[in-house]
Every structure is written in C-alpha cells, then in structure tokens.
C-alpha cells in the first residue's frame, strides 16, 4: 500500500510539473464572406512528439468561393508548446494550385534568432522577437495564455515579410447559441495600430478557449463571419 502511495504521489508531482497544454480538437466552421457562403473551414490540433503539436487548416469552399480557394490548399504550423509558451517551428501554406505563387515557408531557428523562408516568392529572413507568432500558431497562443490564467497581451506575428504587433483586449461575456449547443462565451478583440481591421472572437471556457464564433471587421464593418458547426476533442 505505501509502495502504491508513494508512487501515486510522484505520478501526481509529474503532472503538475508538466505545463498546461490545450487539449488537440478538430472544428469545423461555416464560413461567410459580406453575407455570402463561403464554405467551410477545419482546423486540427494533433499532438506530435513530447511537446510538439501540429496546427492545421484546410478548406471546403463553396461553389463560387471555389473561384478563389482551391480545395486542396492546406496551412500547416509545426509548434513547441512547453513552459514559456507557445513557440512556432514551422509554417507552411500550399494553394493547391499550380506554380508557387502564394505558397510560403517559414522557419523558426530559435537558437539562431532568425526566421528565414519565402512568402509569395519573396525572400524572408528577419529577427526573431520573444513571443513572435506565425498566422496559426497566434491562434495556439492566444488559446494557450488563456488556459494557463493569463492575458494574451500583445502578440508579434509574421505576416509576409513584416512583423506586426495585435493587442489582444478582452470586452465582456455572451451567451450565444450554438450547432454545439449554449455556451457561454468571453469576448475578445483584436487589433493593431495604424489598421482599420478589427477582429473579434467568441472564446469558450468551457471548451478549452476554442472559438466557437468570430468575426473580422474592416472600417467598422462586418465582412467575415465564422461559426462553429462541429468539434471533436482529442484529435488524433
């Protein structure tokens, strides 16, 4: 019985050693564009080895978004979820079209203090910044500072060959009405100075910090609106 303990004990001690990590899901969303269908988007979160976990989105447009989005495009990120955070090791985006424009590449050589790759055929090689995020992993992030207690704050992201800088505010509680169900949701908004586009994300506690609705605003207009239509959690 103490053999049993004592083991019980150091498993526990394990644990709450290990950091706090966002548990991997699927969700899909229904996608619209000023009004319009656009389609469907997934994202998958599937753990890796130790504490690498990859982040996924891959579309399922509708018929006239199909003039825009091929249905074969896939956005990848490869990231180190440990005690510091969240920290990108690889971004890649395929159109699924031919050639490479609009294809890109990064990758994050923390040691080396660099982000180096190509975005639209253009070249990348920039400094890396504490906390800097690819157009996914902030996504991770965001999940992950909420998890753990805290705010996200401002976050550097990489977008094409400029680091930006998104402040993350929170503006209150709703409860909205869901394909999942009710859920009661925390709000939050996203913007950078100098932009006029704001995001706005309806965050749910009780399902891991996962979006269940968000939408982005441009001059003070709604002109994206996701919704959430399914998630499964532990996505292997």
């Known amino acids: 019985m103490l ?10 001690h394990a644990q709450a ?4 990590v966002p548990t991997p899901f699927a969700a899909t969303y229904a996608v619209s564009y000023r009004g319009f269908d656009a389609g ?3 994202f998958t ?5 130790g504490r690498r976990f990859v982040y996924e989105t891959r579309a399922d447009p509708s ?7 091929n249905r074969s495009a896939l956005e990848r990120s490869e990231m180190l979820i440990d005690e510091h955070g969240v920290r990108p090791l690889e971004w890649t985006l395929e159109d699924g079209k031919s050639g490479t424009t609009g294809d890109g590449r990064l990758v994050f050589d923390w040691q080396a203090g660099r982000v180096t790759g190509t975005a639209d ?5 920039l400094p890396l910044e ?5 157009r996914l992993s902030i996504q991770i992030a965001v999940m992950t500072a909420l998890l753990r207690g805290t705010e996200p704050g401002t976050i550097p992201l990489i977008d094409d060959d400029r680091i930006k800088h998104y402040v993350y505010r929170r503006v209150g509680n709703a409860v909205l009405d869901t394909s999942l169900g009710t859920v009661d949701t925390v709000v939050y908004e996203s913007s950078r100075e100098g932009s006029s586009r704001l995001s706005r994300f309806w965050m749910a506690p009780e399902l ?3 979006p269940v609705r968000a939408e982005q605003i441009r001059k003070g207009k709604v002109e994206t609106v996701m919704e959430i239509r399914a998630l499964e959690c532990d996505a292997r």
Do not use: H, K, M, Y
């Open 17 to 20: 050693d290990e950091p706090i």
């Open 63 to 69: 018929f006239l978004a199909r003039l825009i989005v």
């Open 130 to 134: 504490p906390g800097l995020q690819d």
């Open 3 to 12: 053999v049993l303990l004592l083991a019980q004990a150091a498993a526990a």
């Open 121 to 125: 055929n253009s070249a990348i090689d």
């Open 208 to 210: 891991g910090w996962v």
């Open 40 to 42: 469907r988007l997934t």
């Open 45 to 49: 979160l599937q753990r890796a080895a």
